[in-house]
């Protein structure tokens, strides 16, 4: 780098029909998340939140940077919003000039937002516009797939164990297929059992699957486990976009967890993406304290684990910031 400071210019975005320039532009770079995709936002507005697309130009008009942001307003003005997985491009561009776009869009007098970029090098530490949150939303610790050296036939990558209990799942009647037209009816019953017997929280209502499958239907790939009766017992799903996929829809119920179809979902899920030409495959989230099987099962497949960049903020008011950490502080 020779010291050159570079014109950025954020605006919004003018929208397109069915998302495929947008998706384009997102498409560009390598750090990117499946909540940055244009049907990820009409999926949201479904579910109540408002959607705002920005990109980022540099003095040559060529896009460096984009922002797909969620928000949702409240009385006195008040505007709370979230980028998930984003801005994704150029980190140097996450500048009071972002803040000050998506406060003039939203059309709001007050505005709190929150960033999370899928990034394990930014620059945004030295930041003196946005600031690290005291309290996170999510888990900024990550497992990464490379596929592109993995070998199907040897299972190179898996540990003893994993490979272990991939066998043990062929001791059984089960049988794996991917559907393309999902009940989501079906993906909800498992979930509902899991949910169950496990004694956690819904992962997802009804409406949410309803319209996940309604709006992310070209992105999502999934696959289905039945036992030797032909009822389902366990579901998993991957969204793809280009080269790279996420881990995203997961669940099984008391009978597949005896008989191990998780490991032989998710091997059929990645050799499937593998066969499509993607090299990357996004775990998800881990939390290797408090959900210590999860990230063994995770591990326990050959991912490296990514620790991101984390969550920012900045308000238009500072006790915005103080107010919107002390709930989550107090939520979770």
């Given at each position: 780098m020779d010291g050159t400071i570079f014109m950025v210019t954020w605006s919004l975005y003018d929208s397109d029909e069915n998302g495929e320039s947008w998706d384009e532009l997102l498409s560009v770079f390598e750090h990117r998340s499946y909540a940055q995709l244009y049907r990820w936002g009409e999926y949201k507005k479904k579910l109540g939140w408002h959607v705002l697309r920005v990109v980022a130009e540099n003095d040559k008009g060529e896009c460096i940077a984009l922002a797909q942001s969620l928000y949702k307003t409240y009385p006195l003005g008040l505007a709370v919003m979230w980028v998930p997985g984003g801005p994704t491009g150029d980190m140097s561009s996450i500048n009071k000039a972002l803040f000050d776009t998506l406060h003039k869009n939203s059309r709001c007098k007050f505005l709190y937002c929150r960033i999370s970029p899928f990034v394990d090098n930014g620059n945004l530490q030295n930041s003196t516009s946005w600031r690290q949150v005291r309290h996170a939303l999510n888990s900024n610790k990550s497992m990464m797939l490379e596929l592109s050296d993995y070998d199907f036939d040897s299972k190179n990558k898996l540990t003893k164990n994993w490979k272990k209990n991939l066998r043990r799942s062929g001791n059984y009647d089960l049988i794996s297929e991917r559907i393309e037209n999902p009940n989501y009816q079906i993906i909800e019953s498992i979930y509902r059992d899991m949910e169950q017997y496990k004694g956690i929280d819904i992962q997802y209502s009804s409406l949410e699957l309803k319209n996940i499958f309604r709006f992310l239907s070209r992105h999502v790939t999934l696959f289905i486990c039945k036992n030797g009766?032909?009822?389902?017992?366990?579901v998993r799903g991957c969204i793809i976009h280009k080269?790279?996929?996420?881990?995203?829809?997961?669940?099984?119920?008391?009978?597949?967890?005896?008989?191990?179809?998780?490991?032989?979902?998710?091997?059929?899920?990645?050799?499937?993406?593998?066969?499509?030409?993607?090299?990357?495959?996004?775990?998800?989230?881990?939390?290797?304290?408090?959900?210590?099987?999860?990230?063994?099962?995770k591990k326990g497949t050959g991912a490296t684990e990514i620790i991101y960049e984390g969550e920012y903020e900045k308000a238009s008011i500072p006790l915005l910031a103080s107010l919107m950490n002390l709930y989550i502080k107090y939520l979770k």
């Open positions: 009766d032909g009822d389902p017992i366990a080269d790279k996929a996420w881990d995203f829809i997961a669940a099984s119920n008391q009978e597949s967890r005896k008989k191990y179809a998780s490991y032989k979902l998710l091997w059929d899920v990645i050799e499937y993406c593998s066969s499509k030409n993607v090299y990357s495959y996004d775990m998800g989230g881990i939390d290797p304290v408090n959900n210590t099987g999860v990230w063994h099962f």
